[in-house]
């Protein structure tokens, strides 16, 4: 089948589908056997920068499950170690960084990102646009909001208190950060599509902290300068807790605005405004639950993403570690043979 006619491909573009498509946020990763046998004593980042492992790992849950898009195994941090800042991606806690950006100086490591800075990024890309056939590949990157507060705090944080400090405190510091970190950024998803990727995903994970009017002023115009610069493939952008952002991140210029569990996607759709599709939201914690819980609580996101001018299903967030691989691939199933 030709790329351009792929379900996922087209719901991002808010056209006929012949039936809702459906991937999972982290689908790759440690809820799957055969990823965690791969990764036995390879350090997460030494794994996003081998080409072979970086093509198993994509390939796993699109073998598996059949979903129809196949999310690049890599990780946000990855272009801020290519450019040698020093971090490190702790099992079980996270990005951590050894010297958080606190000041103009420390501005100095966050150089430009170069496209040989990332080689294994561009040869697995390559790689994996022959093995996926006909199944869209999703390149993506960190928004500059979330990828600073790693760098800010210096790992994961709760309420952003430092990152929200410089915010507010020193806004000529801050714009220059989110500045260099867009940079980085683009650079970073033009390598992916220029490699072969179909689409890219912005995540901003940790967006939510924000209040709208400090994402219009602080956030906004940084983002926009990254939508602009993919134009040329389906751009997803996700955050989580972003019910009160949703009419904001409509203005950045995603085509697809991910929706988390918080709020119905009929309510979204609204939110959002007209001239984009929405991405999600069954919340993850549902698939931990028995089948019947799950299907019925898919039918209903399912029912409520009708109200989307477009509908790829997801979860809210990513695939919590402790789901059974078993009811992602009824899940997917049951997607599938719901809405053709
Ligand atoms: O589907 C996929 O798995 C694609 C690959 C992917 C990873 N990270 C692999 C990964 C993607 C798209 C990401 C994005 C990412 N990384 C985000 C945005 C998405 C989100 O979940 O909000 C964020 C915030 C990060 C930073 C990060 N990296 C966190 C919070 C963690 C988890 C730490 C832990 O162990 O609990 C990581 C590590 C990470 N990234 C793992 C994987 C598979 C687990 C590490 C391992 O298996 O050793």
Request: proline share 3%.
């Given at each position: 089948m030709n790329l351009a006619d792929s379900a996922f491909l087209r719901a991002c573009r808010r056209q006929a589908v012949p039936h809702t498509p459906v991937w999972y946020?982290?689908?790759?990763?440690?809820?799957l056997p055969e990823y965690l046998k791969v990764r036995e004593g390879v350090p997460m980042l030494t794994a996003c920068e081998t080409p072979d492992l970086i093509v198993e790992i994509t390939m796993q849950p699109v073998r598996r499950y059949g979903v129809d898009a196949a999310i690049f195994f890599s990780d946000i941090v990855v272009p801020l170690k290519a450019i040698g800042v020093d971090l490190d991606i702790k099992p079980g806690v996270g990005p951590v960084v050894a010297d958080p950006i606190?000041?103009?100086?420390?501005?100095?490591?966050?150089r430009p990102l170069e496209p040989d800075d990332v080689p294994y990024v561009t040869e697995a890309i390559r790689a994996l646009t022959g093995e996926l056939g006909g199944t869209p590949l999703i390149g993506f990157a960190g928004a500059p909001f979330t990828l600073g507060s790693y760098l800010i705090e210096g790992g994961p944080s709760k309420n952003h208190d430092r990152t929200k400090a410089m915010m507010y405190g020193e806004p000529k510091l801050w714009h220059a950060l989110m500045e260099r970190l867009t940079d980085i950024v683009l650079t970073h998803l033009r390598v992916q599509i220029d490699a072969g990727a179909s689409a890219v995903q912005l995540f901003d994970?940790?967006?939510?902290?924000?209040a709208p009017d400090d994402y219009r002023e602080f956030i906004l115009p940084h983002t926009r300068r990254i939508f602009a610069g993919v134009a040329d493939v389906p751009r997803i952008h996700f955050g989580v807790g972003t019910g009160e952002l949703l009419g904001v991140l409509g203005e950045a210029g995603a085509d697809v605005v991910g929706v988390d569990w918080r709020v119905p996607l009929d309510e979204a759709a609204r939110r959002v405004g007209p001239g984009k599709a929405l991405q999600g939201n069954l919340?993850?914690?549902?698939?931990?639950?028995p089948w019947e819980v799950v299907e019925r609580k898919a039918r209903e996101v399912l029912r409520r993403g009708g109200a989307a001018e477009g509908h790829v299903f997801n979860l809210g967030h990513g695939v919590l570690p402790?789901?059974?691989p078993d009811q992602l691939k009824r899940l997917t199933d049951l997607v599938h043979e719901a809405t053709s």
């Open positions: 946020m982290r689908q790759a990763g440690r809820s606190r000041d103009a100086k420390a501005l100095d490591v966050l994970s940790w967006v939510g902290a924000v919340d993850p914690a549902i698939l931990l639950a402790s789901t059974d």
